[in-house]
């Protein structure tokens, strides 16, 4: 079934662990975007890339890091981690091509640290 | 950057019709989305606007007026399984997305 997956679906982790979430779509999709969703802020960017071999920063880039190394894989680590990380992060795609471009989710990961 | 504004909170009966606006600034324009997120789950897309003027789709339909910068979401003939956040999202001219912070619309029987 074409889509996104993420993993793990949630996990906890010691802060200053190094913690890496990973995204794969299967719909050959240009763009993939991050994005961390807390209670009242809505959905914030944190890092995007529009095609395979560039990425970008997002809203709230700082203590992330993301790799685009082909098109199907947009990981996202944690180098040190902190507890104002704990969030739920998803991972979306788009075609970036067209007026109606839409982005579609993953389901999630939800990550707590302490 | 983009500033987006949508109420916190909306509850309707069932069979009842909701509108829920959002207000936007912006710096850059490129489309106008609504986005339906269930409880736990991820968003998933409902809805699109570029041009002024109302889109409809079967019982929801999206309004957008530009000069405005104000849109809102029609959700008509409202059922239980509707109650749900709906996100506004304003696209800018590299193709990034910024949500308001959602409306929670909650069905009551």
């Known amino acids: 079934i074409a889509g996104i997956t993420q993993a793990p679906t949630s996990q906890i982790l010691a802060a200053g662990r190094r913690m890496t979430l990973r995204c794969t779509q299967d719909m050959r999709h240009n763009a993939m975007y991050w994005y961390r969703q807390d209670l009242g802020l809505g959905l914030r960017l944190i890092h995007y890339?529009?095609?395979?071999?560039?990425?970008g920063k997002g809203e709230v880039p700082d203590g992330y890091s993301v790799s685009r190394a082909n098109t199907d894989d947009f990981p996202l680590t944690l180098a040190s981690a902190v507890p104002s990380q704990t969030s739920v992060y998803f991972c979306?795609?788009?075609?970036?091509?067209?007026?109606?471009?839409?982005?579609?989710f993953g389901p999630g990961t939800r990550l707590t640290v302490l | 950057g983009q500033n987006i504004d949508q109420p916190t909170e909306m509850t309707a009966t069932e069979g009842a019709i909701v509108q829920i606006n959002c207000t936007y600034q912006t710096s850059g324009f490129n489309g106008l989305f609504w986005y339906q997120q269930h409880a736990g789950e991820a968003p998933t897309f409902l809805s699109y606007n570029v041009l002024d003027g109302l889109e409809e789709k079967g019982r929801f339909s999206s309004f957008l007026s530009r000069s405005k910068g104000y849109s809102y979401l029609l959700l008509k003939e409202l059922q239980m399984k509707d109650s749900a956040s709906y996100l506004c999202?304003?696209?800018?001219?590299?193709?990034?997305?910024?949500f308001g912070a959602g409306t929670t619309v909650t069905v009551r029987a």
């Open positions: 890339s529009n095609t395979a071999g560039t990425t």
């Open positions: 979306a795609s788009s075609e970036i091509q067209g007026s109606a471009d839409t982005q579609y």
């Open positions: 999202a304003v696209r800018d001219g590299d193709y990034k997305l910024s």
